[in-house]
């Protein structure tokens, strides 16, 4: 997640105060076509093991944004022996360049076993590519082809007897259903948000609407079939996505740096489409991973287990207490089971004493503060 304006918009506190144009037009494609290889396909099951050893483990881990030379650095210096058994699922927003993306790809595979991908917003970025001419559509399609000869898998698939299933997903403005702060003047979306320029749509295609999140959720049903197999055989089914599914998974717009952040962040067909896999009542082996926002972030909503664990950017990692050297990437299943809560988790533990207050308008300390400056630097 990239705001364009100042960092410190996106930026929270450590802990809660309170106690409580296009450049180019391009064919649209159907949803789908790059995403489906092949016609009928069959779902692979993949044993865990390598012989004799512990039980499977998986690892999930968001936003790397390899593109920041300290993030790189982070991933070079993961074991190269330590996670040899392990699978990893990266929930979006590797690198904005694509020989980033691929590097960054390369040494995962290398550490890891088994490594899983779903594509995030500055993986779709096109200004600095190399060549310029192609669109985020066209770019997507060559990091899958990049997954695809690497060995990262981006389809659905059992690993012992767990599912994995990889979800696509885009944001619409019109998932954010809270109280607009209106108090002082927020900056627009286009002014604060990277994508409205970084990324190549063709006409058809905005997050102004619902039309790009409908794009990138009718591609998921490609999968279904496999899906389909997936939940007839497995108990325990782990999902993931870049972009949230639900507004209760980000803080309030009152404790926002950039309140309007909601709506750049999620979809509605995101929940749904989980909610087929895991059922609307959810399970106690039900749960999804996802990233984007750069909180940490592990409540069960409604049966579901949903989880942040992202790397975010370095002056972000300084500020938070669980840091990001150590914990990450964070295992979320080992042996048969789901892994304790992760902890401290600033924002979910804050909610889970905390209701909610989407009418409440008034500012956040911090927010009010923030805000209260820019006006005196401005004036
Ligand atoms: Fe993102």
Known sequence: MVLRLASSYMSIPQTPRTSTSLSQRVPLRKPGKMWKRGCTRRLDILPSLNG??????????????????????????????????????????????YNNFVLTMSLLKERFKHVFYVPGNHDLWCRRESDVSFSSLEKLEKLLDACKRLGVKTDPMVIGSLGIIPLLSWYHESFDREEDITSFRIPPLEMACKDYHACKWPEELSNRDTSLASYFDAMNENNMDLIEDIKKTCEQIITFSHFVPRQELCPEKRMLFYP?????????????????????EGSGSACHVFGHTHFCWDAVLDGIRYVQAPLAYPRERKRRMNGGENWLPFCIYSDGEFAERLSPCYWSDYYSVNPRQPRNTELAPWVARFYSQRKDHNT
């Open 52 to 97: 004799d050893g512990p039980g499977l483990r998986v690892f999930v881990l968001s936003d790397l944004h390899t593109d920041y030379s300290e993030n790189m650095m982070w991933v070079e210096c993961l074991s190269t022996a330590k996670h040899k058994r392990d699978v990893l699922l990266v929930a979006g927003d590797v690198a904005e360049t």
């Open 260 to 280: 309007n952040l909601p709506k750049i962040i999620g979809s509605d067909s995101l929940e749904v489409r989980l909610r087929s896999i895991h059922g609307a």
